[in-house]
Nanobody, 119 residues
């Protein structure tokens, strides 16, 4: 069974860069044709897709966040990571990593990690 675990600092100061890592077990991040996603949920709001990295390393970004976002992977460690720059309090959210299914939707999710943006 695939398991995903987010890690990273829970508190980031405004204007700094948020860095999160998702460690995957039970399946390879290079397995055809899955995508690996970062999704966030601000308090009181719905889920917001942030970025994807596909099995072949292709990357996709939310248009509203693209200028500040980078997604990358470390295949030997079976990890993928998110960097979100110039954060503001509006970036505070629970951040989830998830495995996207070839036909759409998400088959597996991490438990989520709370990120607070505050000085």
């Amino acid at each position: 069974q695939v398991q995903l675990q987010e890690s990273g600092p829970g508190l980031v100061k405004p204007s700094q860069t948020l860095s999160l890592t998702c460690t995957v077990s039970g399946g390879s991040i290079t397995t055809t044709y899955y995508t690996w996603s970062w999704i966030r949920q601000p308090p009181g709001k719905g889920l917001e897709w942030v970025a994807d990295i596909a099995y072949d390393g292709s990357t996709y970004y939310s248009p509203s966040l693209k200028s500040r976002t980078s997604i990358s992977r470390d295949t030997p460690k079976n990890q993928f990571s998110l960097q979100l720059g110039s954060v503001t309090p509006e970036d505070a959210a629970v951040y989830y990593c998830a495995r996207g299914m070839p036909g759409g939707g998400y088959g597996y999710w991490g438990q989520g990690t709370q990120v607070t943006v505050s000085s």
